[in-house]
Structures are given as C-alpha cells and as structure tokens.
C-alpha cells in the first residue's frame, strides 16, 4: 500500500493569514500514462463527511474557493489556503488513488490563532 | 445534484455482519465506480471497497476476506456486508462516488452523511 504521511498534524493560523499543509507519498503517485498525479485533498468538518477540493493535485473541484490550492508532483505535495477564513476550521486529509487500495494521510486539524 | 444515503443498524453485536445500504439518488448508478469508506471515532479515513455497477468488485486486502460489496441497480443502491465484527470496527461508515464515469482510479467527489455503527453486545 502506497503511504501518505502529512505534516504537520495540526496547526494554528490568524484569520487572512496563510497555511499551509504537507502530504508525501510513499512512492511517486505520477502516472505515466495521463502525466498526472493521482492526489486529491479533503475538508472534513464535524459532524460532517469529507469534502472534495482538490483532484489532480492542483484542480479545484466544483465551487471551491480559489483560495484553496493545490500543488506538487511525484512524492510531494501541498495545499495551501492562501487568506484563512473562519469557515475553513477543520481537518484536511490528502489521498492517492494511483493504485488500490486507495489510501489517506493521517489529517492535519487546521485552527485559528 | 447527486445524493448518497447509507442505511442500517446502528447496533452490531461482537461476531455477527454489519449490513448497509446506500441509496443513490438525483443520478444513475450505472457507470459509475463506487466505494465504501469508513472513519473510527477521532480516527483517519479507511477505504473498504469498491463496486463496479456491472457488479465487478475489489476490497481492501486488510478486510478482505469479510467483505462483501453488492448492486442493486434496480433501485440505484448498492450495499456493504463485513462479517465476524469486533470492537475495531466501530466507525462512521461512508458511501462515495468515484469522480468520473467509467474510471476507477479517481478521488471521490459526493459522500453521503455516513452512518455511525457501533459493535458492542
């Protein structure tokens, strides 16, 4: 199984401020045959499933602010939120789906400061 | 808009099945990959399976021989069995949608609520 290991697993960022968080894979996640990587990142709020916002490791998915992005390719990536807002408090997961078993980071809880 | 919704007991005693179902609705199930995904209390996110709607399967090696995914395409659900349950399988239970038709190697782009079930006798 391809591991996901994200850093840090929480931290605390000011309101407009930015933050910034890690995924590294096991193995590359770049597949030859598209030339993309296969990441996504997730937003999970209590009480609430995932939220997909990014796929492709850089393509924000339907309605995600553009304050979310995504980037990195081979074994490293990183979201960034670019201006923290109040609503974007919650655990953010990235995810390889290059090969199965499909397989998660350990989240990052992302607070205010 | 698509709409997952998964369904069963929220009780399973220590030994017995956990059975769900999720409904998919405002979308066809046909073409689709489709996945369950499941998420202990404070814990990280574990994928389960998958279900093609032919009816074409796979599951997590570390659950595999306890798991069965099957289709009812009739009435757009498809559905989770794991057998000989422990405590450690006490968890949110998810239903996703792969993003794209056809393809499985995809992230997962609607989830239902998820459904919390409990094994404790």
């Known amino acids: 199984d391809i591991v996901m290991t994200q850093s840090p697993d929480s931290l605390a960022v000011s309101l407009g401020e930015r933050a910034t968080i890690n995924c590294k894979s096991s193995q590359s996640v770049l597949f030859s045959t598209n030339n993309k990587n296969h990441v996504a990142w997730y937003q999970q709020k209590p009480g609430q499933p995932p939220k997909l916002l990014i796929y492709w490791a850089s393509t924000r998915a339907s309605g995600v602010p553009d304050r979310f992005s995504g980037s990195g390719s081979g074994t490293v990536f990183t979201l960034t939120i670019s201006s923290l807002q109040a609503e974007d408090v919650a655990v953010y997961y990235c995810q390889q789906y290059y090969n199965t078993p499909p397989t998660f980071g350990q989240g990052t809880k992302v607070e205010i400061k | 808009q698509v709409q997952l919704q998964e369904s069963g007991p929220g009780l399973v005693k220590p030994s017995e099945t956990l059975s769900l179902t999720c409904t998919v609705s405002?979308?066809?199930?046909?073409?689709?990959?489709w996945s369950w995904i499941r998420q202990p209390p404070g814990k990280g996110l574990e994928w389960i399976g998958y279900m093609y709607y032919s009816g074409s399967t796979n599951s997590n090696p570390s659950l595999k021989s306890r798991v069965t995914i099957s289709v009812d395409t009739s009435k757009n659900q498809f559905s989770l069995k794991l057998s000989s349950v422990t405590a450690t399988d006490t968890a949110v239970y998810y239903c996703?949608?792969?993003?794209?038709?056809?393809?499985?190697?995809?992230?997962?782009?609607?989830w239902g609520q998820g459904a919390l079930v409990t094994v404790s006798s």
């Open positions: 405002g979308g066809s199930i046909s073409s689709y990959y």
């Open positions: 996703a949608r792969h993003r794209e038709k056809w393809d499985l190697l995809r992230s997962f782009d609607y």
